[in-house]
């Protein structure tokens, strides 16, 4: 049942995007002689159920296109599920897949104080906490030259840097730091174990293993657009139950050579619990 | 060279395709495609299965934390009307269209003042002068300032309202907020634009003399919400179907152009009462364009109240009848035309991420 401490709630969702591959009339008129289909439909999500109470820290893991991404936007609010119902309570922030959502021909700053608008800061607050935004970010003297002149890890830097400090109820983070470099990844990874700390909703996606198994305390896994573990409800269930599920850990039968080095890798990577 | 690269990629790929280990391979790959691709998703995640730092949970235990409020869909609540409960965005929006016009031009904001001035010296020169309007028309220079101005204005709404989404393509795609936004953004910022030239038009007038009555203010106002209220609704209605139909944002500049020969400025409204025996369905169109009646009601401020103030009132200086009445009309039309524009926009915008 849906508690007062409820913080998102995911009922019977499904996503259907239309692949358009005719667009010019031209095109249209040669599909319709051929007989061909003017439009593709693609399932994303199917029927995804599940609910996170306040202060959980979630998991999100599948291999590429299975729908994280997918997910993360409907709870975003930028996408709206085709069928079922996606809530949230409280303020949502975070970064969708790679790179911000920023105006390429405006400054870092002006970016900045859109952004910040846009996830409900009002003026007075951007102010205050402007410069803890920016020295998060360390972006240096480039605050006043557009974004398009940005390295790709330096606008997530300034995302992540905005998004984090939000004071959302709810944070979204799907790799975002996939371009950052080393020492930015760890302070991010601090940040957003201080905010998990105070109570905030994480959902996180990564296919770093280790790193979601440190983060989380519950693990989603998605496969082709269905969820398929979800720690809480499976018997037994842990993130190291999900992570085991994706069979990131599985032998590689037909490479020998490589095998030792990868797993070893792997295995330290998930850490010696597993 | 380029003759003979076709040939000899044939005999590598020929080359490779008669190698037994490299057929093994292609059968095996044609047998578990999908297996496969799985399996290489899986290598390339376990690749990656460090590449995020491990930072441990913070000691302390965990704060609970109370937010207030429902459980609410996440999507941003839309509509013009919410718009201007919460204006800090939308004023940030707007701030960034007019620093956009400044950034990278050596005269700035000036060519939104200097591209209607030129036009304003061609019509006057063309229809004023060669064409010899102004003999027949009392004070036919504030006659066109009045129809540059808000076609103008139109005419800034409309391209930019056709272009905004697309032109904002990358806000739309990863935040949520209320999409209205960047239309209405374009709206104000055609005030922005008018309110100097309005402002021109009114030092003009009492330079020249100029009274009022009653029915002049009604009509200002009148005329300036029918524009409003009309630039509003095409500028949201077609700035959710330029997302879709890219064509749209070429088909405005023709239509704002032809526009200008659409509207009484370059010529008196007595020209077009003069079809008014022969073909008054024809009339009665040209009439029902909102453009055109924002103009007139413009023009029954400042025209007549300069043709008021010389005493000449002749029948040149006339206007349609009931413009007060035919107003109104109109301004309600618009309205329920914005009400519908803003259906089909709530309609369109789910798309739009996926779409752009
Ligand atoms: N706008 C769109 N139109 C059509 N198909 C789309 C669209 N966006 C996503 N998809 C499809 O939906 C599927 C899920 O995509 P999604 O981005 O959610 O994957 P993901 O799990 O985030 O993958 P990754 O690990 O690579 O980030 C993919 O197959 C993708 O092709
Ligand atoms: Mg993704």
Request: charged share 20%.
């Amino acid at each position: 049942m849906v508690s007062s401490n409820t913080s998102i709630v995911v009922d019977d969702v499904s996503k259907i995007f239309t692949m358009h591959y005719h667009r010019s009339l031209k095109q249209i008129m040669v599909a319709k002689v051929r007989g061909l289909p003017l439009s593709e439909t693609f399932q994303a999500l199917t029927d995804i159920n599940f609910e996170v109470e306040q202060g959980e820290s979630v998991g999100l893991m599948g291999l590429n296109g299975s729908g994280k991404s997918t997910l993360l936007t409907l709870i975003n609010g930028v996408l709206k599920p085709d069928s079922g119902t996606v809530k949230t309570r409280g303020r949502v922030a975070g970064l969708i897949a790679t790179g911000a959502g920023f105006h390429p021909q405006l400054s870092g700053r002006d970016n900045l104080f859109l952004n910040a608008a846009i996830l409900g800061m009002s003026e007075a607050e951007t102010h205050r906490k402007f410069d803890e935004i920016v020295d998060f970010a360390d972006i240096g003297r480039f605050l006043d030259t557009p974004v398009s002149h940005y390295s790709s890890g330096m606008s997530a830097r300034l995302g992540f840097s905005i998004a984090i400090h939000v004071d959302a109820d709810i944070f979204l983070a799907d790799e975002v730091l996939a371009v950052g470099d080393k020492p930015f990844k760890v302070k991010c990874m601090a940040k957003m174990q201080e905010i998990r700390q105070q109570g905030t909703t994480i959902f996180y996606v990564s296919h770093a293993a280790a790193s979601v198994q440190h983060m989380c305390d519950r693990i989603l896994v998605l496969e082709g657009g269905h969820l398929n573990y979800d720690s809480k409800l499976v018997d037994g269930g842990s993130v190291e139950g999900g992570i085991k599920f994706l069979h990131y850990d599985d032998e590689e039968p037909d490479a020998p050579g490589d095998k030792n080095g990868i797993s070893a890798l792997a295995d330290s990577a998930l850490g010696a619990e597993i | 060279m380029s003759g003979g690269a076709p040939t000899s990629r044939e005999e590598r790929r020929e080359a490779r395709a008669s190698h037994p280990m490299a057929k093994e391979t292609i059968e095996e790959s044609r047998d578990g495609r999908k297996r496969n691709a799985a399996k290489r998703a899986r290598k390339m995640a376990r690749k990656k299965a460090d590449s995020m730092p491990v930072v441990e949970a913070l000691e302390a235990p965990q704060q609970t934390r109370v937010v207030e409020g429902e459980l609410v869909t996440p999507a941003p609540a839309g509509g013009v009307v919410g718009l201007f409960k919460a204006p800090y965005l939308l004023r940030l929006l707007v701030r960034r269209e007019i620093a956009k016009m400044y950034s990278a031009s050596v005269l700035g904001l000036l060519w939104s003042y200097i591209q209607p001035g030129l036009r304003f010296g061609v019509y006057y020169l063309v229809f004023g002068v060669l064409l010899d309007v102004q003999r027949s028309l009392p004070n036919f220079a504030i006659h066109l300032f009045c129809g540059i101005v808000f076609t103008h204005f139109f005419s800034e709404v409309f391209n930019g309202g056709t272009r905004s989404i697309w032109e904002n393509r990358t806000l739309v795609k990863k935040m949520a907020m209320p999409r209205e936004t960047f239309p209405i953004a374009h709206v104000i910022v055609g005030y922005y634009h008018i309110f100097p030239q309005i402002l021109l038009l009114f030092i003009c007038c009492l330079l020249s003399g100029f009274r009022t009555d009653l029915t002049g203010v009604v009509a200002l106002f009148l005329g300036t919400a029918i524009i409003s209220v009309f630039g509003m609704a095409v500028a949201l209605l077609f700035s959710a179907v330029n997302v879709y139909y890219r064509d749209f944002q070429n088909v405005t500049g023709t239509i704002t152009q032809m526009l200008h020969f659409m509207v009484p400025m370059m010529y008196g409204w007595d020209r077009i009462a003069g079809f008014q025996p022969t073909h008054p369905v024809l009339v009665q169109l040209y009439l029902a364009n909102p453009v055109c009646d924002s103009v007139i009601l413009l023009q029954r401020f400042f025209w007549t109240g300069v043709n008021m103030a010389d005493g000449d009132l002749g029948h040149n200086a006339e206007l349609p009848p009931h413009m007060l009445e035919r107003g109104g009309i109109t301004l309600a039309c618009c309205l329920v035309f914005l009400v519908l524009c803003q259906w089909a926009f709530s309609r369109l915008e789910h798309k739009f991420p996926e779409r752009l």
